[in-house]
């Protein structure tokens, strides 16, 4: 399994930036498919998540800002930033694994099994 994150950048506080990850080597029907950023000195944090069907968990921080979309037929992720923050900066991470949203993120039961090298993203 091979994920590729891409669209990570330098904006101004205010901006947009729309990340994509391209998938290669899933085989399952359905997946949690997640962007996890780690700043500095902070925890990493569990930013959007989506399940196969259409099911979305936000970060508290980025609710109303961030939306993360997905396309199945081509198994890509992607997550629109808008209103970027200063502390929206971080490495993002793609995220997958078979098992549902919620167990690994509402009640973090688990660890993604596949991850991205990260795109970084700086607001400032």
């Known amino acids: 399994v091979q994920l590729v994150e891409s669209g990570g950048g330098s904006v101004q506080p205010g901006g947009s930036l729309r990340l994509s990850c391209t998938t290669s080597?899933?085989?399952?029907?359905?997946?949690?498919m997640a962007w996890i950023r780690q700043a500095p000195g902070k925890q990493r944090e569990e930013v959007a998540s989506?399940?196969?069907?259409?099911?979305?968990i936000y970060g508290d921080s980025v609710k109303g800002r961030f939306t993360i979309s997905q396309d199945l037929a081509k198994k890509t992720l992607n997550l629109q930033m808008n209103s970027l923050k200063p502390e929206d900066s971080g490495l993002y991470y793609c995220?997958?694994?078979?098992?549902?949203?919620?167990?690994?993120?509402?009640?973090?039961?688990?660890?993604?099994?596949?991850w991205g090298q990260g795109t970084q993203v700086t607001v400032s």
């Open positions: 080597g899933l085989t399952n029907v359905r997946y949690c």
């Open positions: 995220a997958v694994d078979a098992r549902s949203c919620d167990y690994l993120v509402r009640r973090r039961a688990g660890n993604f099994t596949f």
């Open positions: 989506i399940y196969s069907y259409g099911d979305t």
